[in-house]
């Protein structure tokens, strides 16, 4: 199989050299490109095949808000990101918060902490690429903790809040859509329920099409937003 081909977008250059050595030493992933702001990384990653894109967040000129947005197609005439373009994963601090609701907003498929051990960056490039866009579960945990209460005044997404949760969610996707929002991975959620990650994969599929999300990161965001889960929260025992 092809390597997964990685952009990273960063201005400091010791920060891409770090990434970049944790990256190609593994047999299945291959940086290809590398930018030092938002508009390089727009220009690059459109001269470029690529499948993920590690974007920094504060950088100077165009930010990584605005050069997710443009990557992923987000917003354009009103529609959501353009399926064929690379997955964003955004880099950020706990500082940060705002920035990360943002991208979001702006496309992103995923956040990483910057700080996170190599083997979280390495999984959250295969993750997001394999689609299942759940990165580094306790890092989101804890994240979606702190920026709870931006995702609950609706800051990354106005139309999710206004349109709440679907009525016709069954009664296990709607545990399986809060399963999500705490950060649950599938085979978490499949040892749970004590059913098989195809099963888990089933609802989330359902999930993700009644609430018309492109993928699990914007249905936690719904779920943040429309109040079916609050931050603090502790998951509720299985039923």
Known sequence: M???RVVLVDDQQLVRAGFR????SQPDLQVVAEASDGADAVRVVAATRCDVVLMDVRMPGLDG?????RITGSGTAGAGPDAGAPKVVV????DLDEYVVAAIGAGASGFLLKDAPPEELLAAVRTVHSGDAVIAASSTR???QHVGPMLRAGAASPAAAAQGVPADLTPRELEVLEC???GLSNGEIAARFVVSEATVKTHVGRVLAKTRSRDRVQAVVLAYAAGL???GDVLRDAR
């Open 2 to 4: 092809s390597p997964i």
């Open 21 to 24: 050595m944790v990256l190609d």
């Open 65 to 69: 808000i605005e050069a997710t947005r």
């Open 91 to 94: 880099l950020t601090t706990f």
């Open 142 to 144: 804890r994240l979606l």
């Open 180 to 182: 999500m929002a705490h």
């Open 229 to 231: 889960v609050q931050p």
